[in-house]
């Protein structure tokens, strides 16, 4: 059977000053079923953020453009975006006076297997129903001392260093990549790419059971927005989210009485 994405983009404001994350769904403009999703979450005050995460994602666009899947690896394809984003983010200093940074996570699908990667806090997820098959590691202070042991998923979400990151775009030093990636993927998978705006709120499981639980990925984001802002206590973050759910694709039925010509129905 064969398989389509259901997708949605959302994003909320929160209760901060401005909107610094950005996010993005991007098809291949040659098509090929090759489509990358981005999160993009911006730091660095007023509008130094905004400049950061507008970087990252009109960076994936260009090399997504230039991106040719049967020669070249899904790999080196997320990697040069995010080294390339970290480079024009530090020269963005010298023109606009500020201190960008930013986080991103990047998601890679192409027929029957997906490739991603992350730096910083901004989050992939991949649900096999709403059943958590993987979920990124945070490159944080706090998602360290979880990976140690040290402390619970359920102490990091309130410790007082939480927001102390090991690694960004923008930074002084190269940023720090992680990579994944899976095959046989089928109808039933979904993915979850957002920032800690949202992902502060959730567990795992409860993330699971809202998507799995919702008709589409549209109903999902707005599911978990709504929940996400009634949690934040007028003190919510910046929230961006992208959803592409993996479902069968109806058969075209047959048109009766259709006669193709000869040279049509080779």
Not at 7 to 36: F, K, M, S
Not at 176 to 197: R, V
Not at 245 to 266: F, S
């Amino acid at each position: 059977m064969p398989i389509t994405i259901d997708a949605c983009v959302a994003q909320h404001q929160g209760d901060r000053r401005e909107q610094q994350d950005r996010a993005a769904i991007l098809p291949h403009p040659r098509g090929g079923g090759v489509t990358l999703a981005v999160v993009a979450d911006g730091m660095g005050g007023h509008t130094g953020g905004v400049i950061a995460a507008r970087q990252v994602i009109h960076t994936a666009r260009n090399n997504l453009d230039g991106f040719s899947a049967r020669t070249e690896s899904a790999r080196v394809l997320l990697e040069s975006i995010i080294n390339e984003a970290h480079m024009l983010i530090k020269a963005s200093r010298f023109i606009n006076e500020k201190d960008p940074h930013s986080t991103v996570v990047l998601l890679l699908l192409q027929p029957g297997k997906a490739s991603w990667a992350h730096c910083g806090d901004s989050r992939i997820y991949h649900f096999r129903g709403d059943s958590l098959l993987f979920r990124s590691t945070d490159h944080s202070y706090v998602g360290q001392l979880v990976v140690q042991g040290r402390i619970t998923p359920e102490q990091a979400l309130v410790h007082p260093n939480r927001n102390i990151l090991l690694t960004s775009l923008g930074g002084v030093e190269k940023p720090k990549i992680a990579f994944g990636e899976a095959e046989g993927l089928q109808a039933g998978d979904t993915f979850l790419l957002c920032s800690d705006g949202l992902w502060a709120y959730f567990s795992d499981q409860e993330l699971g059971w809202v998507i799995n639980g919702s008709a589409t990925a549209r109903e999902a984001s707005e599911l978990l927005i709504g929940r996400a802002r009634a949690l934040g206590n007028k003190d919510g973050d910046n929230i961006s989210i992208t959803i592409l759910k993996l479902l069968e694709a109806p058969l075209a039925e047959p048109t009766a009485g259709l006669l193709l010509p000869p040279q049509a129905a080779k």
